[in-house]
């Protein structure tokens, strides 16, 4: 596709269940984000892949947060025994890579309710 | 770590009228500074940037300066539209690795 999509645009689960966000980026794009937003807040920095680079995990939030890429394709954010605080917009985005302090582009988000 | 505040948190101006956001960064390592522009529904989307080496950069009614001594940078919004209401971020970059952002701005703009 033209842009980064992710998938669902709309999830709502119940606490303690687990949910999988999916994020496409744009082909070529080395680089990947995934940033999480608040209702009225900031871009929460979660995590950040580079090619076959060790992954940059420092900003996951807790062990209940993990993310996987296969190669510099598709990413995934699984999110383990929901809490109503993990409730926010997951944001990915993907960059040409490193080395370049270039545009990021994002998608449109994973809109998340932990009822 | 980077810390970015950013203000004000929410802004109105009246359609023709200027608006200015500013914000300040903690490391002064930090050599990009990017704004991005969030409508509602959307993801951000990059506006405008400008590197540690240039103290000024305009692009048709939009504009943003560094003072790198004193660490801040803003944006300048001339001639306000309507289609110029959003959500804006600044955003400061010391590595490839991550950019830290500010904490937005609602800026509305009135007709």
Known sequence: GAG?????????TEKGKDVELRCDPISGHTALYWYRQRLGQ????????????????SGLP???????????????????????????????????GAGNTGELFFGE??????L | GENVEQHPS?????EGDSAVIKCTYSDSASNYFPWYKQELGKGPQLIIDIRSNVGEKKDQRIAVTLNKTAKHFSLHITETQPEDSAVYFCAAHRSARQLTFGSGTQLTVLP
Do not use: H, M
Not at chain 1, 4 to 12: D, L, T
Not at chain 1, 42 to 54: D, K, P, R, T, V
Not at chain 1, 109 to 114: A, D
């Open chain 1, 4 to 12: 980064v999509s992710q998938s669902p645009s709309n999830k709502v």
């Open chain 1, 62 to 96: 807790s062990d209940r947060f993990s993310a996987e890429r296969t190669g510099e394709s598709v990413s995934t954010l699984t999110i383990q025994r929901t809490q109503q605080e993990d409730s926010a917009v997951y944001l990915c985005a993907s960059s040409l």
């Open chain 1, 42 to 57: 900031g871009l929460e920095f979660l995590i950040y892949f580079q090619g076959n680079s060790a992954p940059d995990k």
């Open chain 1, 109 to 114: 988000g994973s809109r998340l309710t932990v």
């Open chain 2, 10 to 14: 929410t802004l109105s101006v009246q």
